[in-house]
DNA sequence: TCAGCATAGAGAGCAGTGCTCTCTCTCACC
DNA sequence: GGTGAGAGAGAGCACTGCTCTCTATGCTGA
């Protein structure tokens, strides 16, 4: 993490690369047991080494799935990023809207344990510290700026309730996020998109549509169209 | 779990009280460090008994979570129907909608491991058995039936997409979960519910509105006025 | 009534965990 | 070339889930 700097003797290079052979063989053992039974140990015998050398490059247990949980921020991050603006009509902002949703459904679906150490619960005893942050937002920033641009298109979201003054202060900070600032409507419509699309994942992921839900796609399909339409992007 | 039959003897007297000593001792330990911690060794300090001794009650340390797991439930379940109950005026459809969405938070919100437990990640390599569904599905069951209320009053969600065939096909089971089985539009909107209820909720506990939202409970409460909105309930 | 047996608990033990401490070796810099 | 920082190994501590064996006790059928 904090050599990122570009490694200049043997002994940085070495570090640079064990450090990621660390972080792979971590994410590995992620995928297949889950960030509960992530386990320093596992890691250490399958690169070869002493458990104890493990902690020369992570501190502690926690230190290495903070680093996994920034890089899969980041690697989701890139992914919704990369969907939006392969397409190549900036004002088709309907088709960013479901490139997006796929985008995030489908990282999640590939690796569902990344998925669930970013949104499932949070690791007990633990906070995310503030590094986390950056790469946190890249997917809120990615959806922000989409409504930031459908509302500069003069989109409008459908029959929208008015904001008390109350409400309107407890969204400033999203309302402030983009530029410019979005209104009341989108502001409502945009943050119950947010919940609906997580929410949706979240579901189906951690197994609550289990026999309540017959075709995952198609239904996906079905509410990212809905939600696009509560949107005023169509 | 298996001796829910009136105890006939002290032996199933001491046995029946064992299982809920253990059953409240692993709870508080659960609100304290969360499921990935739960200790069967520290359970059994607590009790003052040998660890041995605890898989006498429960085979395995994640039995003893499914238990868990099946009490949460239908705590929240019982919660969910209370609040829903509580609602004088039946045919209040958009009261019982609120009284439903803020009994599921103030649970959660008193309780986010036990929230977590239920609708967070999954424990690894775990599969709930089937002896939790029937606790599972009582807040659905409550929601699904505040729908089917409202559709027999007359009322009607605001702009609804139509379904494609296979889009219908998907969510059979949601639509013939109530009699009479719910239309289109009202699965649509329900299913849309549920999911950004739940998101919204999970990305609160889980931390994802950090920074982002100001004040929870007027952000919550003008979801669910805008979701009540939107079904028609209103 | 009482022998026999299923049940309950204790304790030791195995294999695993995170993490620390000490020891040794080696590389890089002055 | 000496010196000190960095890197790895290994032992060890305190903990975990779980199993096995041993003993005590309450229940039950003859």
Redesign the interface.
Known sequence: MADSAAPRNARAVARAELTRAILDSASTQLAQ?????LSVRAVARDLGMASSAVYRYFPSRDALLTALLIEAYDDLGESVEQADSRVRDRADVAARWHALCHAVRDWARAQP?RY??L???????YA?PDDT?AS?TRV?TALLTLLSDAQAMGRTP????P??E??R??????RSFTDPVLDDAWV?RG??A???????L??EL???MH?????????F???V???A??LGLA
């Open positions: 047991v889950g960030p509960a039974a344990h669930a150490l949104y499932g619960s949070p690791v007990p005893g995310a942050v946190a809120t459908v029959a929208t309730l904001l008390s109350e409400e202060e407890a969204v400033v900070p999203v409502v943050l119950a947010w919940a609906t699309l997580f929410g949706n979240s579901l951690f197994g609550h026999r309540g839900i017959l075709d995952y796609d198609a239904h399909q079905q509410l169209d809905q939600v339409a509560d």
